[in-house]
T-cell receptor, first 116, second 115 residues
Framework: DGGITQSPKYLFRKEGQNVTLSCEQNLNHDAMYWYRQDPGQGLRLIYYSQIVNDFQKGDIAEGYSVSREKKESFPLTVTSAQKNPTAFYLC???????????????FGDGTRLSIL | AQKVTQAQTEISVVEKEDVTLDCVYETRDTTYYLFWYKQPPSGELVFLIRRNSFDEQNEISGRYSWNFQKSTSSFNFTITASQVVDSAVYFCALITLAGTYKYIFGTGTRLKVLA
């Protein structure tokens, strides 16, 4: 079955350390997204990519970085510059958005990141 | 500005009761899409429904129904005869085509269905 796989499910970070969250999809979707979820704040967009080798900052990109070298992969790095990284991170993918169309996003199971 | 408001933070109902989750949106764009997602305790968001701004027909899918009213900028979600398995956080989201195709999510409503 096609889907989105996020790993690991739980991740712990030490102060000053960079960590990378994995997101892989086999849905043949062009677009991929990273969201951060905090209690009571819903989902906030970190980065998104509509096509390979291209990505855009979302609403809260500071302290994060991404790459999109392959269609099926969109890893997110939480850098030491992100001062409050403890959150639940969700990756999503969709067919490419475009004028006259809209596509629902499909989500992974999430990664819960905590600071040691 | 675009915004989605889910004023109900948490709702508790007893099994078999009907429950309505409210969603109010703001946008100046004339073409937009509204979505509802369910987030069970396992964490992933599950797509429930998509509605475009030109289609105000209400929709029913089993125990779920959606009421879209442009006049009040609302897209409410009703669960009939609720079940314990309906317990989850439900998100309403907006995307407009005049923007950059980014979803705007509401803050979610946590529904607890008690046996």
């Amino acid at each position: 079955d096609g889907g989105i796989t996020q790993s690991p499910k739980y991740l712990f970070r030490k102060e000053g350390q960079n960590v990378t969250l994995s997101c892989e999809q086999n849905l043949n979707h062009d677009a991929m997204y990273w969201y951060r979820q905090d209690p009571g704040q819903g989902l906030r967009l970190i980065y998104y990519s509509q096509i390979v080798n291209d990505f855009q900052k979302g609403d809260i990109a500071e302290g994060y970085s991404v790459s999109r070298e392959k269609k099926e992969s969109f890893p997110l790095t939480v850098t030491s510059a992100q001062k409050n990284p403890t959150a639940f991170y969700l990756c999503a993918s969709s067919k490419r958005q475009g004028a006259g169309s809209n596509q629902p996003q499909h989500f992974g199971d999430g990664t819960r990141l905590s600071i040691l | 500005a675009q915004k989605v408001t889910q004023a109900q933070t948490e709702i508790s109902v007893v099994e078999k009761e009907d429950v309505t989750l409210d969603c109010v949106y703001e946008t100046r764009d004339t073409t937009y899409y509204l979505f509802w997602y369910k987030q069970p305790p396992s964490g992933e968001l599950v797509f429930l429904i998509r509605r475009n701004s030109f289609d105000e027909q209400n929709e029913i899918s089993g125990r779920y129904s959606w009421n879209f009213q442009k006049s009040t900028s609302s897209f409410n979600f009703t669960i009939t005869a609720s079940q314990v398995v309906d317990s989850a956080v439900y998100f309403c989201a907006l995307i407009t085509l005049a923007g950059t195709y980014k979803y705007i999510f509401g803050t979610g409503t946590r529904l607890k269905v008690l046996a």
